[in-house]
C-alpha cells in the first residue's frame, strides 16, 4: 500500500490495516480476499450451526433468513472487500457472542453479559469499521435477542434492555471514535476534532455545500433501493407480508391478551428493520454518494427480520410463547426469569 493513502482520512482509526499490512507480507490481494470470505463463512457456519443445534425449527429458520438476506444483498461480494468486510464479520461474531450468553449464562448474569458485548462491539466497529456498514454491528445482535430470548425477559423489560444495549453500542462507538479525533489532534500539526465536526455536518447534509450533490434523505432513501434492481421488489414484498403477519397476530392479541408478548417481539424486529432507513435519513449525504457501492448493504438487517416477523406466527401454545424444543419443566419455570431480572436492575 501506498504512504499516505489514508492521510485524507485521519478522523478514522482504520484499525483495518492492523491485519492487512502484515497480511499483504505473505499473499497479495485476492489471497487476502479469500482468506477473509473463508472466516467469514466459517464464522456464519459457526453462528448457524449454534442457532440449528439450540434453536431447533426457529433456528433453522433464522438461519435461511439470515443467508437469504446475505445473498441477496451481496454480503458475500462485501465479504471480499477488505474494509468493508469488518462490518460483517464483527455482526456475525457479536451475534455468535450473543447466542452463546442467551444460551450459557446465569440468569442473573445475562443482561450485564450482553450489555458488556454491546459496548465492546461498538468499540472494534468504529476501530475496525471505515464507516461503511457500521449499524449492522448493532442490529443483528439486538435481533438475536429477540428472536431468541425465549421469554426469559418480559416484554418491558426486554424493550429496556434492547435500548441499553444499543445505548452502551453508541457510547463504545462515539468515545473511542472520538479518542482518535483527539490524539490525532494533539499529536499532529491538524485540528481534527474541527475537521471530524465539519465532516458530520457534511455527512448529515446540514453542511449547505453537501446540496451540491443534490442529495436529500428521501433521495438517499431512493437511491439506496434503486441500487437493489429487482431485490427491492422482494423487499416491499417482505414488508407486506411482514405487515399482514402483523395484522393477523394483533388480531389474535386482541382476542386473547396473553398472546401479546409474540406480538410485541414481532414489532420489536420490526422496529430494527427499518434502523437502516433512519440511517440513510441521519447520514444522508454519505449513503446517497456511497448508496451504489457500499449504503445499500446496510438493509441485509431490513431483510433479515422483516423474514423473521412471519415466523412467530403460529407459535403460541395456551397464550405461552414457546420455541420448540422447549420441555414443559422449561415453561413452567418461566415466571423465575422474570424475578431474576428484576432482582439485576434492583442491583
Same mark, same amino acid.
Given at each position: 500500500?501506498?504512504?499516505?493513502?489514508?492521510?485524507?482520512?485521519?478522523?478514522?482509526?482504520?484499525?483495518?490495516?492492523?491485519?492487512?499490512?502484515?497480511?499483504?507480507?505473505?499473499?497479495?490481494? /485476492?489471497?487476502?480476499?479469500?482468506?477473509?470470505?473463508?472466516?467469514f463463512f466459517i464464522s456464519l457456519a459457526v453462528l448457524i450451526g449454534l442457532w440449528s443445534c439450540w434453536h431447533g425449527r426457529k433456528g433453522i429458520a433464522a438461519s435461511v433468513a439470515l443467508v437469504a438476506s446475505i445473498i441477496?444483498?451481496?454480503g458475500a461480494d462485501a465479504t471480499a472487500t477488505l474494509p468493508i468486510f469488518f462490518s460483517f464479520i464483527i455482526a456475525v461474531l457479536s451475534m455468535i457472542a450473543v447466542t452463546v450468553l442467551m444460551k450459557k449464562s446465569s440468569?442473573?448474569?445475562?443482561?450485564?453479559?450482553?450489555?458488556?458485548?454491546?459496548?465492546?462491539?461498538? !468499540?472494534?466497529? #468504529?476501530?475496525?469499521?471505515?464507516?461503511?456498514?457500521?449499524?449492522?454491528?448493532?442490529?443483528?445482535?439486538?435481533? !438475536?435477542?429477540?428472536?431468541?430470548?425465549?421469554?426469559?425477559?418480559?416484554?418491558?423489560?426486554?424493550?429496556?434492555?434492547?435500548?441499553?444495549?444499543? @445505548?452502551?453500542?453508541?457510547?463504545?462507538?462515539?468515545?473511542?471514535?472520538?479518542?482518535? %479525533?483527539?490524539?490525532?489532534?494533539?499529536?499532529?500539526?491538524?485540528? #481534527?476534532?474541527?475537521?471530524?465536526?465539519?465532516?458530520?455536518?457534511?455527512?448529515?447534509?446540514?453542511?449547505?455545500?453537501?446540496?451540491?450533490?443534490?442529495?436529500?434523505?428521501? @433521495?438517499?432513501?431512493?437511491?439506496?433501493?434503486?441500487?437493489?434492481?429487482?431485490?427491492? %421488489?422482494? @423487499?416491499?414484498?417482505?414488508?407486506?407480508?411482514? !405487515?399482514?403477519?402483523?395484522?393477523?397476530?394483533?388480531? /389474535?392479541?386482541?382476542?386473547?391478551?396473553?398472546?401479546?408478548?409474540?406480538?410485541?417481539?414481532?414489532?420489536?424486529?420490526?422496529?430494527?428493520?427499518?434502523?437502516?432507513?433512519?440511517?440513510?435519513?441521519?447520514?444522508?449525504?454519505?449513503?446517497?454518494?456511497?448508496?451504489?457501492?457500499?449504503?445499500?448493504?446496510?438493509?441485509?438487517?431490513?431483510?433479515?427480520?422483516?423474514?423473521?416477523?412471519?415466523?412467530?406466527?403460529?407459535?403460541?401454545?395456551?397464550?405461552?410463547?414457546?420455541?420448540?424444543?422447549?420441555?414443559?419443566?422449561?415453561?413452567?419455570?418461566?415466571?423465575?426469569?422474570?424475578?431474576?431480572?428484576?432482582?439485576?436492575?434492583?442491583?
Open positions: 500500500m501506498q504512504e499516505g493513502a489514508n492521510t485524507g482520512y485521519p478522523r478514522y482509526w482504520h484499525g483495518y490495516l492492523v491485519l492487512l499490512k502484515p497480511l499483504l507480507i505473505l499473499f497479495d490481494i /485476492k489471497e487476502i480476499r479469500l482468506l477473509f470470505q473463508t472466516a441477496l444483498l451481496g440468569k442473573a448474569e445475562l443482561a450485564q453479559n450482553l450489555i458488556s458485548i454491546f459496548l465492546i462491539t461498538g !468499540a472494534c466497529t #468504529v476501530y475496525f469499521d471505515f464507516f461503511d456498514n457500521p449499524i449492522l454491528t448493532l442490529c443483528f445482535p439486538l435481533s !438475536a435477542i429477540v428472536v431468541f430470548s425465549t421469554d426469559r425477559f418480559s416484554m418491558r423489560k426486554m424493550l429496556k434492555l434492547l435500548v441499553i444495549c444499543s @445505548l452502551v453500542w453508541a457510547v463504545g462507538y462515539g468515545c473511542v471514535w472520538f479518542a482518535k %479525533w483527539a490524539l490525532a489532534t494533539a499529536f499532529t500539526d491538524r485540528n #481534527v476534532i474541527q475537521e471530524a465536526v465539519s465532516q458530520a455536518a457534511f455527512r448529515t447534509g446540514i453542511d449547505e455545500s453537501a446540496q451540491e450533490y443534490g442529495s436529500s434523505p428521501l @433521495l438517499a432513501i431512493a437511491e439506496n433501493l434503486q441500487v437493489l434492481g429487482f431485490v427491492k %421488489w422482494l @423487499l416491499f414484498v417482505a414488508f407486506a407480508i411482514a !405487515a399482514i403477519a402483523l395484522v393477523i397476530e394483533a388480531c /389474535k392479541a386482541f382476542r386473547a391478551p396473553q398472546a401479546k408478548p409474540v406480538l410485541v417481539k414481532m414489532l420489536f424486529l420490526g422496529a430494527i428493520s427499518l434502523i437502516p432507513f433512519l440511517w440513510f435519513l441521519v447520514v444522508s449525504n454519505h449513503s446517497y454518494i456511497h448508496a451504489g457501492i457500499i449504503s445499500y448493504r446496510n438493509m441485509v438487517v431490513s431483510f433479515y427480520c422483516l423474514l423473521m416477523i412471519p415466523a412467530f406466527l403460529g407459535n403460541t401454545i395456551g397464550g405461552v410463547h414457546v420455541q420448540p424444543h422447549e420441555s414443559v419443566r422449561e415453561l413452567a419455570n418461566r415466571e423465575d426469569d422474570n424475578e431474576d431480572f428484576s432482582r439485576i436492575e434492583a442491583k
